[in-house]
């Protein structure tokens, strides 16, 4: 899967046994589709894609992608909830459109296995990088599950111990976070990634 694509844009004034996934966590940017002249025969194909998961295993099916933020000379986050329907809200003197989805990732255990998440670099931090050097951090991550039921507890950017409920041993978890925006933010496409460890036992 391609990486999402996290676009900023300015008004015109003024991370037993350890697996690894890799997101990416981008903005995203929009097509425009011109219209075909009439009579005209066009041809357009799509990527057929499958993924068989063995027992203890991990894989990304989903991006994380932010969407379009406007700024406006004003600090402030957007709030992007863990879920398939996830949620992008922006502080006062942001504006967000488009896209906003959800990191999302598929365990394949077995019933009653527990497993262990965790961002592998341990600051619970993201840093996306942009034109000229110019970066955002993404940090209080937050996680939601289907499938898994929590076993013990898990803080900051640890995202705790869980226990997999369905019989097929397949479970999965979306995460989300707060993405931090500069008054001065560069217009432009901003890119990071972020490694979840994954420790079945």
Known sequence: MGPGIIRLLRPTMGVARLLRAVMLAVLAAAAALAQPAAAQSKVASANTTAIVLTPGSIVKTADMKFGNITVAGTTGTVIMTPSATANCQPSAGLVHTGDCQSARFVVRGKKAEHVRIEDLGGTGIVTLTGPNGATMTLDTMTIGVSGMTRNGQGAGFR??????????????????????????????VYNGTLTIDIQFN
């Open 159 to 188: 995202f705790g111990n869980w226990r997999i409920d369905d019989a097929s041993g397949i479970a999965n978890f979306w995460i989300g976070g707060t993405l931090h925006v500069a008054g001065n933010q560069a217009p432009g």
